[in-house]
């Protein structure tokens, strides 16, 4: 049903800042949890942080804890994700996926994706 756009990717050296952007369409922005999952050429998906539906509870994967922060802007069908202090294991292709209801921490739990949006950070 709900349709995901992310953009905001790109080359940036280590020790730098992105941020991304997710838009929603064809749903109801404000009763999905979101979240954004990375995964690199060969490895598996990784679940870097999730938001609740009104943006109060968030949560972080272990290694970007204290780098990433999600963010929503429920008016603008919007998503987040502000990465600072990036470091070259962060790059990966980076996905924004959605679920109706509560947040939740694995990535399987999150039935609908974006076409994920590239994220390079060099040495």
């Known amino acids: 049903q709900v349709q995901l756009v992310e953009s905001g990717g790109g080359l940036v050296q280590a020790g730098g800042s992105l941020r991304l952007s997710c838009t929603a369409s064809?749903?109801?922005?404000?009763?999905?949890?979101m979240a954004w999952v990375r995964q690199a050429p060969g490895k598996e998906r990784d679940i870097v942080a999730a938001i609740s539906s009104g943006g109060i509870s968030t949560y972080y994967s272990d290694s970007v804890k204290g780098r990433f922060t999600i963010s929503r802007d429920n008016a603008k069908n919007t998503v987040y994700l502000q990465m600072n202090s990036l470091k070259p294991e962060d790059t990966a292709v980076y996905y924004c996926g959605a679920r109706l209801g509560l947040v939740i921490l694995g990535s399987a739990s999150y039935n609908y994706w974006g076409q994920g949006t590239q994220v390079t950070v060099s040495s």
């Open positions: 064809r749903g109801t922005f404000n009763r999905y949890a």
